[in-house]
């Protein structure tokens, strides 16, 4: 009788083992790091149909600051476009876990763009990516889902954030000062070849700040809203809304003011160089 539940166990094992979920088999992991290099292989070729081949039919790809593409033609697509820019690319792989008949790569990635226009300079990128695989019926593996990620800020954006947060400080000084009619502050947050556009009206710095000084208007609150700093180099915009609680002669004056105000950086400190505002009354 014991035989017999041995042998019973010892069939039970077997077919449990041969049930099990194959996990990071090495031909497995093997065949996906191939699949990243032949992707690596077929961008830097050119070769749109490659890049196609390594894909599901429903494959995702999201890249980077680019509108998400799903299926082989949106992605045939992409690469179209991107691979005329001739690029270096490479994809090294850090990661693969197999599970079954599902996988999960990861790793780094480099770009150099060298546009094929003479004149133009050519770009660097960098970042890391995910891609899910799924193993077809005749035992390939297919990328069902692939997603860059970049190292670069945002256009527009800095990598510290530094530069952003000093110009919305800057904003918020702004305000202050319009309150006090603190003029010694607003003249040297001014560059000296500032110029306003406000409600149609122009005025170079002399002139802005004389008509800050002649405002008869008291002023009892100025707050900032909606303010977002974009930064390219040495040059940023400001877009947001200035709520101004305001008076004048018993009447109120309150106002929104809806604002793009443009700044320079010289000698290491961001400076208005032009505001440009429209305002409407305040609800």
């Given at each position: 009788?014991?035989t ?49 081949a ?20 949106a ?15 490479s994809?090294?792989v ?7 008949d ?21 770009s ?12 077809q ?5 297919k990328?069902?889902w ?28 702004w ?46 609150s ?30 109120d ?29 305040a609800?």
């Amino acid at each position: 009788m014991k035989t017999t539940y041995a042998v019973i166990l010892c069939v039970l094992l077997l077919l449990f083992s041969a049930c099990a979920t194959k996990m990071n088999d090495p031909a497995d992991v093997q065949a996906i790091k191939k699949s990243m290099d032949d992707y690596a292989k077929a961008v830097n070729a050119g070769n749109v149909e490659g890049v196609v081949a390594l894909m599901t039919d429903k494959a995702t790809y999201a890249g980077p600051n680019d509108p998400v593409a799903t299926g082989k033609e949106a992605i045939r697509s992409m690469h179209t476009a991107w691979l005329s820019f001739a690029p270096e690319f490479s994809c090294p792989v850090e990661d693969v876990r197999v599970v079954g008949d599902l996988a999960v790569a990861r790793g780094t990635w480099t770009n150099i763009v060298a546009p094929k226009a003479q004149g133009i300079a050519p770009s660097n990128d960098s970042g890391s990516w995910i891609v899910t695989l799924a193993r077809q019926s005749d035992g390939s593996w297919k990328w069902d889902w692939c997603l860059p990620n970049s190292n670069q800020p945002l256009p527009g954006s800095t990598a510290s954030g530094e530069d952003e947060k000093a110009l919305l400080q800057i904003e918020r000084d702004w305000a202050e000062a319009i309150v006090k009619k603190d003029t010694a502050v607003e003249e040297k947050l001014l560059a000296n070849d500032f110029v306003s556009n406000i409600d149609g009206l122009t005025a170079n710095k002399k002139q802005f700040l004389a008509g800050i000084k002649a405002n008869p208007a008291t002023i009892e609150s100025a707050a900032n809203s909606e303010m977002k700093a974009f930064v390219f180099g040495d040059a940023a915009v400001v877009n947001g809304v200035m709520t101004v609680k305001a008076s004048a002669g018993g009447k109120d004056t309150s106002v929104n003011v809806r604002y793009t105000d443009v700044f320079v950086k010289r000698d290491g400190r961001w400076q208005y160089v032009t505001v440009t505002a429209y305002s409407t009354k305040a609800q």
